[in-house]
């Protein structure tokens, strides 16, 4: 039996030209790109090449402005964090009840240490009120810090303009994106549309490079305190001996990326619609968060109605089909989703969300395979409900009322 992965919001597979850019680092050219002989020089030049391609790719940005982290994790924690032990005259923040959290934990933390945090609803489809972020901003703002595309629904924020109303606001406030989901899937101008965000996280593996490497692009002039100190490397803005192979990994990622952007979005696009467009003719109570709004081409999260996501999961790797029940981050805790919970989708479904996430290398064939699969374990754990009537096959009679007026299209089937 073959494996179907279709949980790429987690990780994704290494590109085989990723894989072979990074082996010669893992092999002949090991040397510390610190070190001043002229093998080490060499590997040195290969990070500084890696730079240069990623600030490229990013909207033309001054290499210097890019700083490589562990992972997006660290890069976030590096912005929020760091942006509060530079400014310690303001303490509020602003940002949502959606992100990931590597900023929402971030967030919390900081308030148990004196800040004011405003967590921004969403409306029932993701969407943020961009009058609501208005009236949010204080003249002791410090930070927004507002993901660019979910990690759970793939909704999409406005994060230009919201960038662009804080600065117009006031420019001494600092503007933070997570833009892990969304590097290599969305084009991304740090000189254009973005000019007025000063932060933006995100991680190799979301795009095909390793697991272990991320960036952190920091604007020339935002105020920063070190997260990580101990060397010189990194301009001395992260201290640790840099991972080349890995550095070197992800810019081959992202040049991969941008140059099969049009080609990759649109195979996405037709593969995430016939997913849904099918489960939905043959799944009864079943939504799509988030479908109405802006979305990431390669991402659908749905809600079965009247079931666990555990069980569904459960079911659809026993048959070889790899998806998740949200954030990779969250999937070992039993507690519903709190993205789902801000969608304000029913207590009938919040439990039964299930995320398919895919890349380039999914296909026709593995979708249709998901369609085959999927509606008969929603079947047969539904028969296994208390909320459904195994004798006429539909809910019982007090759960059907409680769905709601955002609720499912009622497919037939």
């Not at 009938?348 to 290398?361: D, E, N, Q």
Request: net charge negative; with cysteine.
């Amino acid at each position: 039996m073959n494996t179907i992965y279709a949980d790429n919001n987690a990780t994704t597979q290494v590109a085989p030209e990723v894989l072979d850019a990074m082996l010669p680092f893992f092999k002949d050219q090991y040397f510390n790109p610190s070190s001043m002989y002229e093998p080490a020089r060499q590997v040195a030049h290969a990070v500084a090449e890696s730079r240069e391609q990623i600030a490229r790719h990013l909207g033309g940005v001054d290499p210097k402005e890019i700083l490589f982290t562990s992972c997006a994790t660290e890069s976030n924690n590096a912005a929020i964090q760091g942006v509060v032990d530079a400014n310690p005259r303001r303490r509020h923040i602003v940002t949502t009840s959606v992100e990931h959290p590597a900023v929402r934990e971030v967030c919390k933390d900081l308030a148990r240490r004196g800040c004011d945090i405003t967590f921004l609803p969403v409306d029932v489809q993701g969407n943020l009120d961009t009058g609501e972020f208005i009236r949010a901003l204080r003249p002791d703002t410090l930070l927004v810090t507002i993901m660019h595309a979910n990690n759970e629904t793939g909704v999409i924020f406005p994060v230009e303009q919201l960038a662009r109303i804080t600065k117009e606001t006031d420019p001494q406030i600092v503007f933070h994106t997570d833009a892990t989901q969304s590097v290599g899937k969305l084009p991304i101008d740090l000189k254009g549309d973005f000019k007025n965000v000063d932060l933006l996280s995100f991680s190799g593996h979301k795009l095909h490079a390793p697991k272990g490497v991320g960036s952190l692009f920091i604007r020339r002039g935002t105020p920063l305190r070190p997260f990580l100190i101990g060397g010189h490397q990194e301009s001395g803005r992260r201290a640790g001996t840099e991972n080349v192979a890995l550095v070197v990994g992800m810019a081959r990622a992202l040049s991969l990326a941008v140059e099969r952007h049009d080609e990759d979005n649109a195979k996405l696009l037709g593969l995430r619609d016939r997913l849904e467009a099918r489960l939905s003719e043959r799944i009864r109570y079943m939504q799509i968060n988030g479908h109405s709004a802006p979305r990431l081409p390669n991402t659908s999260n749905l809600s079965c109605h009247f079931i666990e996501g555990e069980g569904m999961l459960f079911e659809l790797s026993a048959a070889g089909i790899c998806a998740s029940s949200g954030s990779a981050c969250t999937s070992g805790s039993l507690e519903p989703s709190h993205v789902l919970l801000a969608l304000k989708v029913p207590f009938t479904a919040v439990h039964g969300s299930i995320r398919f996430s895919l890349s380039r290398y999914n296909t026709e064939e593995e979708i249709d395979r998901i369609v085959e699969v999927f509606p008969q374990i929603v079947q047969r754990l539904r028969h296994a409900s208390p909320y459904w009537n195994a004798a006429t096959n539909t809910p019982r009679a007090d759960m059907e009322s409680l769905v709601g007026p955002h609720g499912p299209k009622l497919a037939e089937g």
